[in-house]
């Protein structure tokens, strides 16, 4: 178990992003603050987030011994939302090849099992039910162009 | 005489049957959303944004403000019923309205909220008629320098508002503004942290940020723990409140009329913030203050009329300056934006249609809801029992539809759950998402007035000094921010967060 607070982790991750965000909006002309150039914000916003994130970062290191310092890991309960989590960037992976049919329902037999496992006709007959009924709402109806992968209709 | 033509205008247009069928849709998503708790009126706005684009804009826009303000409506039954807010301008309802269905009286309680909420719904649209006119002609009178401190007012005012933490309010609010630059330049063309990817170019889109903030990441959380409501088994009678129920009503009511109007309308305020100063008003103003808590009916109507009323208030800013003074009425400036439209000074002389049909359409909503919401309680009751294991693939499954229909892209799509990813992080290091994504809406007015001030005044700061209004707005941020950073009044802030 991870024993840095999780200010000091989150404090030290926004200093790295910070130093990334200067470093990237130096690319484009920064200006001066008579004649701001396209770069002049972000950079500037960037060095003030590296700046607030410093005082996080202080904040939690005087804070050491006084408070009792949560572990990162031990009070996140991952499993669950993990698996929807990656069910839902497996489902952006596949939409486009396999189609909104055949993707969807797969994605909703995932996610009907997440909290408790349904007899298997009910968790199928749900997912077929959720699957056609937002297919005509949203394909037929609304008009919205969902991929129709290997299957063509 | 032509504020009168401009009514019956109004009404032309709200009464079109279509305007009339999306805004009885809206209304009754609204209350489902409000009923609902795990989804609040900004998950529910992003999540439809994407089905309103093949809408004409006066229709998208009466739909989404039904959600808004039928959201209102529809979080006081769930406060009453199940002392579960469905929303979060309805938690200080559930302090009397849950007291009063304990003892039987949550007919009286729903009753008050919904003729509350009406009353204050129909005094809200008559201060947005009587205030947006003179406001859209005086804000000509606005210029970059009073943009930008007006929008770092409004932001430093949510940062104010947010839970916990000053600092990390601050960080959440700068990084929207960094998020926001990422795209061409307005001004001078070049291309900012795009990576080199053509759907970056026009920048990230508000609605999958908001969604995966706001929509995916309350799903992931809410799956942590199985929550179960029990609904209270109580005769549902006497919806329309008795006299003497009236009698210490009728002054909560108008005074939370009047004072979520006016806190609707500061950039940062909104409804939330008017419900709970409504209660804490009215018991400072009781005779009887132990009442509160214990079923005092005026704890209902106060707040309730405050929340309803300052959606109506919320409009008066974004219609005249083009500034949302809460996340809703950000998202609307981005369908508006999706349409073509900059709300502005201009705006409602140039879309009158828009203005005046949606204006008119609130005030039909505000009938239906009226309607529609007590006879339906029984119904709103039913939907409670809905389980989360079916509620969640179907909220999920929305997102993921909304997100992809904005460009057709599955990028969108992933920016989705990224979000989504990081709104569940954030929650867990305690960070708000809020200041996050106001700041993300306000980025490209705020960056363009800081820039047109820095070149008119040749990179001197003193131009925000030198006009009233920048001036004005200027030291009051800064006394917000030096406030909350005193004990005193952090530690009020956080006693008022607790009881959220």
């Known amino acids: 178990m991870l024993r840095i607070s999780s200010d000091l982790a989150s404090g030290l991750f926004w200093l790295a992003l910070s130093v990334f965000i200067c470093i990237k909006s130096a690319e484009v002309e920064i200006g001066s603050i008579r004649s701001p150039g396209s770069g002049f914000l972000p950079f500037w916003a960037g060095v003030l987030f590296g700046m607030l994130a410093m005082v996080l970062v202080l904040k939690s290191l005087i804070k050491k011994g006084i408070n009792e310092r949560p572990p990162i890991i031990g009070n996140v309960k991952w499993n669950r939302a993990l698996v929807v989590l990656g069910s839902l960037y497996a489902y952006a992976i596949l939409l486009q090849k396999i189609g909104y049919l055949l993707a969807t329902f797969g994605l909703m037999i995932l996610l009907f099992c997440v909290l408790e496992r349904p007899k298997w006709w009910v968790g199928i007959a749900s997912s077929l039910l959720t699957v056609s009924l937002t297919y005509l709402i949203f394909y037929k109806w609304l008009g919205v162009q969902l991929p129709k992968g290997i299957l063509t209709f | ?500």
Not at chain 2, 40 to 65: K, N, R
Not at chain 2, 129 to 142: E, R, T
Not at chain 2, 150 to 169: A, E, F, R
């Open chain 2, 1 to 500: 005489m032509e504020i009168l033509q401009n009514i019956s205008y109004g009404f032309s247009i709200g009464l079109q049957p279509t305007h009339l069928l999306f805004c009885f849709i809206g209304c009754l998503l609204g209350t489902l959303i409000g009923v609902l708790p795990g989804i609040g009126p900004v998950g529910a706005i992003s999540m439809l944004l994407p089905a309103t684009f093949h809408m004409s804009p006066t229709a998208a826009i009466i739909m989404l403000a039904g959600i808004y303000y039928g959201s209102m409506y529809g979080g006081s039954t769930t406060s009453i019923l199940v002392n579960i807010p469905g929303e979060a301008a309805s938690v200080v309802t559930c302090l009397d309205g849950y007291e009063m269905a304990k003892q039987g009286r949550a007919g009286p309680a729903l009753g008050i909220a919904a003729f509350g909420s009406f009353v204050a719904g129909t005094l809200g649209l008559i201060g947005l008629m009587l205030f947006s006119v003179p406001l859209a002609a005086l804000a000509l009178k606005v210029g970059y320098p009073d943009y930008f401190a007006i929008l770092l007012l409004g932001m430093t005012m949510i940062i104010y508002m947010t839970q916990g933490s000053i600092l990390k309010g601050i960080m959440m609010g700068v990084l929207g503004v960094i998020l926001s630059s990422v795209g061409i330049d307005p001004v001078l063309g070049f291309a900012r942290m795009t990576f080199n990817r053509v759907e970056l170019a026009d920048g990230f889109s508000v609605v999958p940020i908001a969604m995966g903030l706001f929509g995916v990441s309350e799903v992931l959380l809410n799956i942590e723990t199985s929550f179960r409501h029990e609904i209270l088994k109580t005769n549902i009678k006497d919806l329309f409140p008795g006299r003497s129920d009236w009698n210490r009503a009728k002054g909560p009511i108008l005074r939370g009329s009047l004072l979520g109007f006016v806190l609707g309308i500061l950039p940062g305020g909104g409804p939330v913030i008017a419900s709970f100063v409504s209660y804490g008003m009215e018991k400072r103003f009781s005779k009887e203050p132990e009442r509160f808590g214990k079923g005092a009916i005026e704890g209902v109507a106060g707040p309730e009329a405050a929340n309803n009323s300052a959606t109506s208030g919320a409009f008066v800013p974004l219609f005249t300056l083009g500034i949302p003074a809460n996340l809703v009425m950000a998202l609307l400036l981005g369908a508006l934006v999706v349409h073509g439209m900059r709300p502005g000074p201009f705006f409602i002389n140039e879309h009158p249609d828009i203005f005046w049909g949606v204006l008119s359409s609130m005030y039909l909503g505000n009938l239906m809801l009226l309607i529609l919401n007590l006879p339906l309680v029984p119904l709103w009751v039913q939907v409670l029992k809905i389980p989360y294991r079916i509620l969640f693939p179907l909220i999920l499954l929305f997102c993921l539809i909304g997100a992809y229909a904005i460009n057709n892209s599955i990028f969108d799509v992933v920016v989705m759950i990224t979000f989504g990813l990081t709104g569940y992080l954030f929650k867990k290091f305690n960070f708000e998402g809020a200041p996050l994504i106001l700041a993300f809406v306000l980025g490209p007015i705020l960056e363009l007035s800081l820039r047109q001030s820095l070149i008119i005044s040749k990179g001197s700061f003193l131009i925000f000094f030198k006009r009233p209004i920048s001036a004005f707005a200027v030291i009051l941020a800064c006394a917000i921010i030096a406030a909350s950073f005193l004990p005193r009044f952090r530690k009020q802030g956080q006693n008022r967060q607790e009881m959220a």
